[in-house]
């Protein structure tokens, strides 16, 4: 069964180029992806709840906050799972210019790579192509293209779980996820203290609802 990453619509990509929405496919996968970590006591906890339900994700860090848990960076290869790049300090796009936008992610890059090479588990990830998310989704054509040009493959989503919303509810964050997923689905939850509240009572409950449903939870196929 083949998995094909499906990318900007033709009428979009005129504005903006090729970055991966989700993935077309009749296997039963679901990608989960987790923005803005590492960050103590939740990555953690969110490692440990993949883990009861053997299920891999793709976490999109930042680098300054791999710069400052490193040993929860290690945690996250230790499991199995994908890193993406999300930028080294948070940028929002549309208020940056390309060269500053590209030197921050290749900032972060320096700091995924280096950790990589001294992880044991994930050091083949070194071959693997960067993955990268713009922060709040945040990002100019222009530097889409240029990290393109680097060779960063640049990941959006088809789900948003809302879970860093004060005004969304665990129950409301967990309906936005079971209502909308189907195979290829890429989902985002963050590893982050905001969004915690809403994590920890939401992912468990997706988790369950889709393993019942006879659905595996894998890293980026990209
Ligand atoms: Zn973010």
Known sequence: MGIIPVKTPTIVKKILPDFVWEFSTSEKVLYLTFDD????KVTQWTLNTLKQFDAKATFFCIGNNIQKHPDIFQNILNEGHRIGNHSNTHLKGWNTSVD???????EAQKFITSELKKSDTRSQALNESPLFRPPYGRIKPNQGKALKALGYTVVTWSILSFDWEKETSPETCYNNVISKSKPGSVIVFHDS?????????????????FSKKGYAFKTLPI
């Open 100 to 106: 500053k936008y590209v030197l921050d992610v290749n």
């Open 193 to 209: 203290v905001k969004a915690s509240k809403n994590l920890m009572q939401a992912l468990p409950k997706v988790l369950t609802y």
């Open 37 to 40: 970590g590492p960050t103590p």
